[in-house]
């Protein structure tokens, strides 16, 4: 009497239709939802500021310079707080711009890495500032972005990302 088992590519193994090659699909596109996440998140950040005035004011409701000032004291790291007392509007325009590079760039998966590094010292320098002196500290959001950058910035974008398509062509020419 013969016997006919399954074998991996049959479907229960490392197969393409298998479980194995199912966990290998999703691994591969694991990050992908946290970067459209990051990246739509931060484009809009980026947007909502350049097209708020009343952000980019030194004083005044809703104004940089009002919520810095309002920080200062409180804040992990007064000095860099200074340095952005010294040009309320230079550091809006270089907050909101730099949040608009890191949502392009994630989000395309254009220098996925620096992308996401960026939106790391971003993130690092508001927890830092802004949301220091929340308690607990769970409760402040620029530390939880912090961690979320941090997969992004050692893995960068491997799938549906700009970058992908420069290494697939770099494979291909040599």
């Not at 006919?4 to 999703?26: E, I, S």
């Not at 730099?98 to 996401?116: D, F, K, P």
Request: positive net charge; without cysteine.
């Amino acid at each position: 009497m013969t016997h006919t088992y399954r074998t991996a590519t049959a479907g229960y193994g490392g197969g393409p239709g298998g479980v194995r090659g199912l966990k290998d699909q999703a691994a591969r596109y694991a990050l992908l939802p946290l970067r459209i996440f990051l990246g739509v998140t931060f484009i809009y950040a980026g947007l909502d500021k350049l097209t708020d005035s009343k952000f980019f004011a030194d004083s005044g409701a809703g104004s940089v310079g009002d919520l810095m000032r309002g920080v200062r004291d409180t804040s992990a790291v007064p000095w860099l707080v200074d340095l952005a007392l010294k040009s309320p509007e230079g550091f809006g325009y270089a907050i909101a711009f730099g949040e608009l590079a890191v949502g392009i760039g994630t989000l395309l998966g254009l220098l996925a890495r620096i992308a996401a590094l960026g939106g790391a010292l971003i993130s690092l320098s508001l927890w830092l500032t802004v949301s220091w002196q929340v308690e607990p500290y769970y409760y402040g959001n620029d530390l939880i972005y912090l961690m979320a950058w941090l997969p992004l910035v050692l893995a960068g974008a491997s799938v549906l990302s700009v970058d992908a398509l420069i290494a697939d062509r770099r494979r291909r020419i040599t």
